[in-house]
């Protein structure tokens, strides 16, 4: 979903602005009525997407402690896996 706002509802409420980009939508800016800005959700880079763009298209949480030692167990689910199966297959 796409809204055009003017430049002086972006400024008075640009924290609301970003709330609703980091939810997917798209924001265009205007100023006297024409299209300057657009403001939405980061796009991932070509290849794999990491943690960091997951987080920012709001798809994952990340951890909130970084000071853990990489897991010991790889996995690599196929499609179509169901990740609450291969969690409690792993706890098991």
Same mark, same amino acid.
């Given at each position: 979903?796409?809204?055009?706002?003017?430049?002086?509802?972006?400024? !008075?409420?640009?924290? !609301?602005?970003?709330?609703? /980009?980091?939810?997917?939508?798209?924001? +265009?800016?205007? @100023?006297?009525?024409?299209?300057? !800005?657009?403001?939405?959700? #980061?796009?991932?880079?070509?290849? @794999?997407?990491?943690?960091?763009?997951?987080?920012?298209?709001? #798809? +994952?949480?990340? /951890?909130?402690?970084?000071?853990?030692?990489?897991?010991?167990?790889?996995?690599?689910?196929?499609?179509?896996?169901? #990740?609450?199966?291969? @969690? !409690?297959? @792993?706890?098991?």
């Amino acid at each position: 979903m796409t809204e055009s706002v003017p430049v002086r509802t972006f400024r !008075a409420q640009v924290a !609301a602005f970003l709330r609703r /980009a980091e939810g997917g939508e798209r924001i +265009v800016v205007t @100023v006297a009525g024409r299209p300057v !800005a657009q403001l939405g959700p #980061l796009d991932p880079g070509t290849g @794999v997407p990491t943690i960091p763009d997951l987080a920012a298209r709001g #798809l +994952v949480t990340p /951890a909130r402690r970084s000071d853990r030692p990489p897991p010991d167990v790889r996995l690599d689910p196929w499609p179509g896996t169901r #990740l609450d199966r291969l @969690v !409690a297959e @792993v706890r098991s």
